[in-house]
């Protein structure tokens, strides 16, 4: 796939755009690095407290409402995007489909996973993640799970080396493929394994509306345009990490490896720190499993 995307004229565009350095690849300060913490805390913690809820027989559209409202009583109004559950087959991320639910959408069932991912902007810190649970005991869940956290404890090694970095996401395909695992990429658009985050102004932090679906279609109806606008006046491109990210890779990223696993996916999202020869994630609250109870 990368191969082909850089030999387009539009790859090769997207290839050199990718190598620009830009605002957001400034290393945080400690205090930018406290706020991002505390946001991803809060959304840790929706995700967590919405799965010791779930039961079989919730409905997507029943989750994210209820996701909506736990972090409206927490003080939050702007997303970088609204909360997405997925059960089931949606896991999967089918190709371009990795988007909240319509309406109602699936319906959790016994033996199914679901993947809750919320992103909500606290004091101006965003915190994207993304949480993976399963109802009742599933082998094949934990399996998915453990190689993601062997991933996970190896890739702030790969972000930290400036010439590993350039290549991180062919080694991230890699790795998966190795282990049996389909990469979920292609259920993205723009193919990719993260993106970086921001600090919001005031304005941005408190507003809490979505752009029109009739006007901008789906896909930027459920993004926040305070993220959607830093995107773009920084060209896209240095700030997804997809296949043709050789750029710098320091600032603050949400980085989410996704498998899919048979009749099922499987993914985990949370920031990652990258210093100048340092790279971190801010706590090991993702490492927590829980069990819906059937």
């Not at 304005?203 to 109806?221: D, H, K, N, V």
């Amino acid at each position: 796939m990368t191969d082909i995307q850089q030999n387009t004229e539009g790859g090769r565009v997207a290839h050199w755009l990718s190598g620009r350095r830009t605002a957001s690849s400034t290393t945080p300060t400690p205090s930018e690095v406290d706020g991002f913490r505390t946001a991803q805390g809060l959304s840790f913690r929706c995700a967590q407290a919405a799965a010791s809820e779930l039961r079989p027989g919730w409905t997507e559209g029943r989750t994210q409402r209820w996701m909506t409202d736990w972090l409206r009583d927490h003080g939050i109004r702007a997303h970088l995007h609204k909360p997405i559950a997925a059960f089931g087959p949606r896991t999967l991320a089918p190709d371009s489909q990795w988007e909240p639910a319509r309406d109602e959408g699936r319906t959790l069932r016994e033996n199914d996973v679901a993947i809750l991912d919320c992103a909500p902007v606290l004091d101006g810190y965003t915190g994207d993640i993304a949480y993976t649970v399963g109802v009742g005991e599933n082998p094949e869940l934990e399996r998915a799970q453990d190689f993601l956290s062997e991933l996970r404890t190896r890739l702030p090694e790969r972000f930290a080396d400036p010439e590993q970095a350039r290549d991180v996401f062919a080694w991230v395909d890699g790795e998966i493929r190795a282990a049996g695992f389909e990469n979920a990429v292609n259920g993205y658009v723009g193919h990719v394994m993260g993106h970086r985050v921001y600090r919001h102004g005031r304005f941005f932090t408190r507003f809490p509306y979505f752009p029109p679906a009739r006007i901008f279609g789906y896909m930027a109806s459920w993004h926040g345009p305070g993220f959607l606008l830093n995107v773009l006046r920084r060209l896209v491109f240095p700030e997804e990490l997809g296949p043709l990210h050789h750029g710098p890779k320091t600032g603050v990223w949400a980085v989410e490896p996704h498998l899919r696993v048979g009749e099922f996916g499987c993914k985990f999202e949370e920031l990652l720190i990258v210093d100048e020869g340092r790279a971190y994630w801010l706590d090991d609250t993702s490492q927590q499993r829980i069990t819906i109870q059937p």
